[in-house]
C-alpha cells in the first residue's frame, strides 16, 4: 500500500465513523429503546444496508469465492436463497414480531413460552455470538486483510504480529461502535459501509472481466463462460458442498433461522420507524442479496481463469485477484470497505450481545427493579467484557488445526434447527407448553452435535475403510462414497427440524398448556403493512428461481 492508499483507507474509514457521529448525537442513548433499537427511528434504506453489513464479512466475501474458485456458481445457493427467507420473515413473521413491541427474540419466546425458555434461547445466542462468532470474525478478517494487502511485508512484522494488531484495532474499533454507540450508530455505519462494499466489491470483477477482455467486460464474460462452462453450473452432485436436493431440506432452515429468527438480523429491524419500512428494508436487501453474487461469487471464477486454476490455496483467489487487477488508487479505498465489512460483523454482534444479556438475563437473574439506565449500563458492561474475552481468544485460533472454520460453521447447525422449531411452534399453535420448548432447545442441540461429530465420522470411516479394502484411490469416487455414507449436514438439519416440531407437537397433545397463548399486541409503532410487499416479493422470487434455469 502507498502513500495514497493508506491516507485514502485512513480517510474512508473516518468518514464513516464521522457520519455515524453526526447522524446519532441526537439520539437518547440512556434508555432502552433507544440504545438497543436506535430510538425505533430507522428508515428502510439505513435497515436494508445494516442487514447486508451484518451479513457480509470478510470471512464471506473471501470464502465464498474461494469455493467458487473450486465448484463454481453452485456455492450462489447461500446467497440468492436467502433472498426468498428475507420475503417472507418480512411478509409474515415480521407483523407478528413487531406488533408485539418485541426488543428481543428471546422477549417473543417468553410471551409465548415462559421466563425459563426465554433464558435458554439468549444463553444459546449468546454462546453462539460470544464464544464462537465473534472471535472467528476476527480473526478471519484479520487474516484476510493482513494477505490481502501483505502487511506483515509493509510494516516489517510477523504474519502473527500483524494479526494481532488487526484483531485489537477491529475488535476496540467495534467496540466504540457497538458498546458506546448503540444499534444506531452501528446502523448508520453499516449504511455508509454498504454502499462502499457495494461500489468496491463491483470494481473487481469489472476490473477482472476487462483484463479477460482486453479492455471489454462484455467480451471477458463471454471469454469467461464459453472457457469455463463447468463453472456455471447450479446444480451440485452428490460430492459437492452444497448437493442440489439439499435446497429443498436444510438449506432453506438454515436460511429461515439465519433471517427470521437471529437476533443480530431481527435487531436492525426491530428498530424501525414502522412495519412498512421495516418490510420494505428487508425486501430492499433481499433484492440486493440476490445480486451480491457479482461480489462473492463470480471473482472466484474469474480468478480460475486468470490463474489458470493454479493456486496453492483456494482461499487465496480473491485476495490474489485483488492484487492483480485492482489499480493502487483504489487499494485504500478497497481496504477500508473492507475493514468496514468485518468491523459491521463484528460490532452487530457485540450490540445484539449487549441486548440479550441487558434485556433477557440482567433484569430476570441479576437485578428484577433495574432501571432502563442500569439495564443499559449493564449490556454495555457485559458487551466490553465479552470483546475483551473475544480479543484475547482470536489470535490463538490460527494455532487450531485446518478446516476450523468449516468446523464451527456446521457446529452452529446445532443451535438453528432447534430455535426455529422453537419460534415455527410458538408461532403456529396456542396449546405447546413451555416443556416442549425446553426439551428440543436442549435436546435438539445434542442431537445434532451427536450426529455429525459422533455418528457421522463411524459411518464415512467404515465407508472409506471399505473403499481402501477394495482398492479404490480415485479422488472423485472416493468423494461420492465419503457423501453417500452418511447424509449431508444440511439433509441431516431437515430430519432433526421435522423431530424436533414432532418431539413438541407430541408434549403438546399429552401436556397441553392450561392458558392459551394469545399474542400481544401493543401500540409501539405503526404496524400498517406495506401495500406492494408481496408483489414485489413475489417478483424477487421469480428472479431467484430463474438463476437455477440459466445456470442448469
Excluded at 409465548?112 to 480473526?139: M, N
Excluded at 442440489?244 to 433471517?259: C, L, N, P, S, V
Aim: charged content about 10%.
Amino acid at each position: 500500500m502507498d502513500t495514497l492508499s493508506i491516507v485514502s483507507f485512513i480517510g474512508f474509514t473516518l468518514l464513516v465513523a464521522f457520519i455515524a457521529w453526526y447522524a446519532t448525537r441526537g439520539t437518547d442513548e440512556s434508555t432502552a429503546k433507544g440504545y438497543y433499537l436506535g430510538g425505533r427511528s430507522l428508515g428502510f434504506i439505513t435497515i436494508a444496508g445494516s442487514l447486508l453489513l451484518t451479513n457480509l464479512s470478510a470471512e464471506q466475501i473471501v470464502g465464498l469465492n474461494g469455493q467458487s474458485f473450486t465448484e463454481g456458481v453452485l456455492v450462489m445457493a447461500w446467497e440468492t436463497l436467502a433472498a426468498i427467507a428475507m420475503i417472507f420473515t418480512a411478509i409474515y413473521l415480521l407483523p407478528k414480531y413487531m406488533r408485539s413491541g418485541i426488543t428481543t427474540i428471546p422477549e417473543f419466546i417468553q410471551d409465548r413460552f415462559d421466563k425459563q425458555t426465554k433464558a435458554i434461547l439468549s444463553i444459546l445466542f449468546i454462546i453462539a455470538f460470544g464464544v464462537v462468532l465473534l472471535p472467528t470474525i476476527l480473526y478471519s478478517g484479520s487474516l484476510a486483510f493482513s494477505t490481502m494487502f501483505d502487511l506483515p511485508t509493509l510494516f516489517g512484522m510477523s504474519q502473527a504480529g500483524v494479526i494481532g494488531i488487526c484483531v485489537w484495532s477491529i475488535g476496540i474499533i467495534g467496540v466504540i461502535y457497538a458498546i458506546f454507540g448503540g444499534l444506531k450508530a452501528v446502523a448508520v455505519s453499516d449504511l455508509v459501509n454498504a454502499i462502499g462494499l457495494l461500489i468496491g466489491g463491483l470494481l473487481i470483477p469489472i476490473f477482472g472481466l476487462l483484463l479477460i477482455g482486453d479492455g471489454s467486460v462484455s467480451d471477458g464474460l463471454s471469454t469467461l463462460w464459453n472457457d469455463n462452462p463447468e463453472k456455471f453450473d447450479a446444480i451440485g452432485d452428490v460430492d459437492a458442498s452444497i448437493p442440489f436436493g439439499t435446497i429443498f431440506t436444510g438449506m432453506m432452515i438454515a436460511q429461515m433461522y439465519y433471517w427470521g429468527t437471529n437476533q443480530s438480523i431481527l435487531q436492525r429491524v426491530f428498530g424501525a420507524k414502522s412495519l412498512k419500512e421495516g418490510q420494505k428494508g428487508m425486501i430492499l436487501a433481499g433484492f440486493v442479496k440476490f445480486l451480491i453474487p457479482i461480489i462473492v461469487v463470480l471473482p472466484g471464477i474469474i480468478a480460475w481463469h486468470i490463474f489458470d486454476g493454479n493456486l496453492e490455496n483456494a482461499d487465496q483467489a480473491y485476495p490474489s485477484l485483488v492484487r492483480k487487477v485492482l489499480p493502487g488508487a483504489y487499494l485504500g479505498f478497497f481496504a477500508a470497505v473492507l475493514f468496514g465489512a468485518v468491523l459491521s460483523s463484528f460490532n452487530s454482534l457485540l450490540n445484539s450481545s449487549a441486548t440479550l444479556f441487558g434485556f433477557d438475563l440482567y433484569k430476570q437473574y441479576f437485578k428484577k427493579d433495574a432501571t432502563e439506565k442500569q439495564t443499559v449500563k449493564a449490556g454495555k458492561t457485559f458487551g466490553l467484557l465479552l470483546a475483551v474475552i473475544s480479543m484475547s481468544i482470536a489470535p490463538f485460533i490460527a494455532n487450531a488445526p485446518d478446516g476450523l472454520f468449516a468446523y464451527i460453521q456446521e457446529s452452529l447447525g446445532s443451535l438453528s434447527v432447534p430455535i426455529l422449531a422453537v419460534v415455527t411452534i410458538g408461532i403456529l399453535t396456542k396449546h405447546v407448553p413451555a416443556l416442549g420448548a425446553k426439551i428440543v432447545l436442549t435436546v435438539g442441540v445434542a442431537m445434532y452435535l451427536i450426529s455429525q461429530f459422533v455418528v457421522s465420522p463411524i459411518f464415512v470411516d467404515a465407508a472409506l475403510t471399505d473403499a481402501a479394502a477394495n482398492g479404490i484411490t480415485n479422488t472423485k469416487e472416493l468423494g461420492i462414497i465419503k457423501a453417500n455414507a452418511y447424509p449431508h449436514f444440511l439433509h441431516i438439519m431437515g430430519i432433526l427440524f421435522v423431530i424436533n416440531i414432532g418431539i413438541m407437537l407430541v408434549i403438546g397433545k399429552l401436556k397441553p398448556k392450561t392458558e392459551v397463548y394469545t399474542p400481544k399486541v401493543t401500540q409501539e409503532i405503526d404496524i400498517t403493512p406495506w401495500k406492494h410487499a408481496k408483489t414485489v416479493g413475489l417478483i424477487i422470487t421469480i428472479m431467484v428461481l430463474s438463476t437455477y434455469l440459466i445456470f442448469k
